[in-house]
Each structure stands twice: as C-alpha cells, then as structure tokens.
T-cell receptor, first 114, second 112 residues
Framework: DAGVIQSPRHEVTEMGQEVTLRCKPISGHDYLFWYRQTMMRGLELLIYFNNNVPIDDSGMPEDRFSAKMPNASFSTLKIQPSEPRDSAVYFC????????????FGPGTRLTVL | QQPVQSPQAVILREGEDAVINCSSSKALYSVHWYRQKHGEAPVFLMILLKGGEQKGHEKISASFNEKKQQSSLYLTASQLSYSGTYFCGTGEYGGSQGNLIFGKGTKLSVKP
C-alpha cells in the first residue's frame, strides 16, 4: 500500500499568493483529516471529511482557508491569500471506518510564506 | 480544550523506563497515542476507549482512567528507537466525533 500521499512536500511562496496543498488518502479509507503543525500551537485539526463530505471545519482559521474533497481519492487545502503566519507543516491523514480508528498520516507539506 | 502532557521532555539511558502523562479538563471517551520522529509524520501507537482499559504494544503500554480524565503511556526498558515526540490525542464527549485534540507533545530522547 502506498500510504497517504501529499504534494508538494515543500512549498515556498510569497505573501499574498495562492497555495494549494494536495492529498491522496489510502484507498478504501472513508475519513480524511487535514492538520496543521507549528511549534507554538502543536498539531491542530483544521477540517475532516467523511465519505467526501465535510463534517467539521471549526478548526479552519479563517476564510482564507478552504478545503475540498471532490472524490474519494483526492482532497485539496487552499490558502488564498497566504500570509507569513500560515507557515507550518500541513499533514493529511486518513482512517477506515469509525473516526475513532487509527489515523494514517501522510509525510506532510512544509509551507513557508515569505 | 487541549490536553496537558507531562513532562515536556525527558532524557533516558537505554534500558530505563519512562511515563508520559496526558490530562484533560473535559470528559473523554477515547485517548490516542502517536509518536513522531524528527521531520517525519506522526505514527499511531494505540487507542484507549472509555472503560478504564489498558493496552500493551511490545514494551510500550498505556492506561486510561476515564474518571480522572487522564491517560499514561509507559515505556519500559527503553531503546534508542523510542526517541521522538509522543502526542496524546483526546476524543471529548460533546465534541465532533472525528475531532481529536492533540497535546503539545513530550520529547523523549534515549541515549546509549
């Protein structure tokens, strides 16, 4: 199994630019999670989907952030416009069945906004 | 409400034992434990559900005291490979089912 795939692995952009992060969950998994990790705040859940439907987006910081899951094998997290405080590692994770189950994390995307 | 982990960091010699605690002010139905090595993604260790259960995974085990809203991770006879940052993630009653709230982590360093 390929595991959760994220792209790009590293992204450096300038303030004000649009950033799109991509995730392919493990085949057959029906839950998908987006997390952000910083030294200050630790690992924060931004949004999660069940069967491609957003269930809880209360962790999304503000309207600049949006996430979509057009099908079971692909999700995007978009930041528009980006700001330096968005710099962080963004992880995507997926799980099978109940949301209590083990979450498999992707390798993450390290975002730097200059 | 972010759970509180203690200690924040611990240094061990190979073969020594360690305990990492996770405490919440909210009623919990589950506690998840993950380990993250530097520059890598978090990796699942175990889940504990309500009922005060204990679980073991080789020389790593954990307990969950639902009444005290606390969980502890026990690492015995530590190995170099145990080094990393350990996170607990808590599932709260009244919260969104999939919403795990992670603590800030405990950094464990095992020295030869």
């Amino acid at each position: 199994d390929a595991g959760v795939i994220q792209s790009p692995r590293h992204e450096v952009t300038e303030m004000g630019q649009e950033v799109t992060l991509r995730c392919k969950p493990i085949s057959g998994h029906d839950y998908l999670f987006w997390y952000r990790q910083t030294m200050m705040r630790g690992l924060e859940l931004l949004i999660y989907f069940n069967n491609n439907v957003p269930i809880d987006d209360s962790g999304m910081p503000e309207d600049r952030f949006s996430a979509k899951m057009p099908n079971a094998s692909f999700s995007t997290l978009k930041i528009q416009p980006s700001e330096p405080r968005d710099s962080a590692v963004y992880f995507c994770a997926s799980s099978l069945g109940h949301s209590y189950n083990e979450q498999f994390f992707g390798p993450g995307t390290r975002l730097t906004v200059l | 409400q972010q759970p509180v982990q203690s200690p924040q960091a611990v240094i061990l010699r190979e073969g020594e034992d360690a305990v990492i605690n996770c405490s919440s002010s909210k009623a919990l139905y589950s506690v998840h434990w993950y380990r993250q090595k530097h520059g890598e993604a978090p990796v699942f260790l175990m889940i504990l559900l309500k009922g005060g259960e204990q679980k073991g995974h080789e020389k790593i085990s954990a307990s969950f005291n639902e009444k005290k809203q606390q969980s502890s991770l026990y690492l015995t006879a530590s190995q170099l490979s145990y080094s990393g940052t350990y996170f607990c993630g808590t599932g709260e009653y009244g919260g969104s089912q999939g919403n795990l709230i992670f603590g800030k982590g405990t950094k464990l360093s095992v020295k030869p």
